[in-house]
């Protein structure tokens, strides 16, 4: 990985933990790069947990484990994101 690419990862790491409450341990195992997407898919594998795909601006579309991830990522490559307010 470059230094960008890192610098990236850990962004999206640091977004994953703030609204999906995940730890930066917990992020950092359970992190996938979408390199068709040029964004990283961060999830929690327990039963009932939620997930986000993160854009390299810090954008990002959460979505709960009722939503596949195929979906989920569809949806981001369509351009859908979430707005950070709904969880203030």
Same mark, same amino acid.
């Given at each position: 990985m470059t230094e960008k690419n890192? &610098?990236?990862r850990a962004k999206?790491?640091?977004v994953a933990g703030r609204?999906? +409450? /995940?730890?930066?341990?917990d992020a950092? /195992?359970?992190v996938e790069y979408l390199e068709a997407l040029d964004a990283y898919y961060i999830y929690q594998p327990a039963r +009932? +947990?939620?997930a986000v795909?993160?854009?390299p601006d810090g954008s990002f579309l959460f979505a709960t484990s009722q939503v596949?991830? &195929? &979906?989920h990522q569809a949806a981001f490559s369509e351009?859908?994101?979430?707005?950070p307010a709904l969880f203030e």
């Amino acid at each position: 990985m470059t230094e960008k690419n890192d &610098e990236r990862r850990a962004k999206a790491i640091e977004v994953a933990g703030r609204y999906l +409450g /995940q730890t930066t341990f917990d992020a950092k /195992q359970n992190v996938e790069y979408l390199e068709a997407l040029d964004a990283y898919y961060i999830y929690q594998p327990a039963r +009932g +947990g939620s997930a986000v795909v993160v854009s390299p601006d810090g954008s990002f579309l959460f979505a709960t484990s009722q939503v596949a991830p &195929e &979906e989920h990522q569809a949806a981001f490559s369509e351009g859908r994101r979430t707005d950070p307010a709904l969880f203030e």
